[in-house]
């Protein structure tokens, strides 16, 4: 049992990795909020569960509570973010 329960988590994590094309690091600027709220809310919660309209940001396809869970880190990224001398050197990067 457990060794399934290794081989689905595995899988997911190698899902989750394919899905971002193998990239650890993304240089965002913090006018891309939609973007970056997107990203978190992927992060956290995986793909949407809800379709996406069009013309609507993939971000809106994530619930209230959820897009609230991501703004709440993103602020949180974007108040630490300027303390950092990489920031510093490079201005207006996430």
């Given amino acids: 049992m457990s060794e399934d329960w290794k081989s ?6 190698n899902s989750y990795y394919q ?11 913090f006018t891309e909020r939609k973007l970056i709220l997107a990203k978190v809310c992927y992060g ?6 809800q379709a996406i309209k069009e013309n609507e940001h993939l971000v809106e396809a994530y619930t209230e509570k959820q897009r609230e869970f991501a703004q709440k880190i993103v602020s949180h990224i974007e108040k630490v973010s300027f303390r950092n001398p990489f920031f510093l050197k490079k201005k207006n990067l996430f």
């Fill in 8 to 13: 689905q988590a595995r899988k997911l994590l």
């Fill in 19 to 29: 899905s971002y094309e193998g990239l650890q690091w993304a240089e965002l600027s």
């Fill in 44 to 49: 956290a919660f995986g793909p949407p569960q």
